[in-house]
């Protein structure tokens, strides 16, 4: 039982410090258009269907990287809540313990990058809301920097999500000890 507690441990700290450093390396990456973020950690948010500790590790490597990149408050909270959603669902959605690579690889690595993008997109207007005040409070701006932060999401998660699962699928067995 310790043996399987350490390694939960370490599989979530090993994820949340990349997510962290990755983000870090990547945030001179300069916002395109609107709202659009190109946040390319966000592509670990497809990590759930392999193991439950992914799901510690996203939501505080979330955490500590808006903290260290001095986000607000409200980034912290709602931008960790949505990391955190995006990553319990797609666990739900996605995770098979005994048949790590089985399956339709295809289709559950589909459905585990769907919740991240919609989590974002729900909660994430709410953070520019807060931070860009002049922003008209309406339903139809609300819907368009939705849009847009699903579109950089989709793009991260998604695109880049989807091909990190084919990527680590020769070894993740080995990676998690799965037999």
Do not use: H
Not at 89 to 105: C, E, H, P, Q, V
Not at 148 to 157: F, Q, R, S, T
């Amino acid at each position: 039982m310790r043996n399987k507690t350490t390694q939960f441990i370490t599989i979530a700290a090993i994820v949340s410090s990349l997510y962290t450093v990755l983000t870090i390396l990547t945030n001179f990456i300069p916002p395109i258009g609107g709202v659009f973020q190109f946040r390319a950690a966000e592509a670990m948010c497809i990590l759930p269907m392999f193991t439950p500790a992914a799901i510690p590790g996203l939501a505080i490597g979330c955490l500590l990287t808006n903290i260290i990149i001095g986000a607000g408050p409200w980034d912290i909270i709602f931008g960790t809540l949505a990391t955190l959603l995006g990553a319990v669902i797609s666990f739900l959605l996605a995770y098979r313990k005994n048949d790590i690579t089985g399956g339709n690889f295809t289709l559950r690595a589909i459905l585990a990058a769907i919740p991240p993008v919609i989590t974002n997109a729900l909660l994430i207007p709410i953070v520019i809301f807060q931070m860009s005040p002049e922003l008209p409070r309406t339903f139809g701006t609300y819907m368009l920097t939705a849009l847009d932060v699903a579109w950089g999401e989709l793009i991260c998660a998604g695109i880049l999500g989807v091909g990190l699962a084919f990527a680590l699928r020769p070894y993740i067995k080995r990676m998690l000890d799965k037999k």
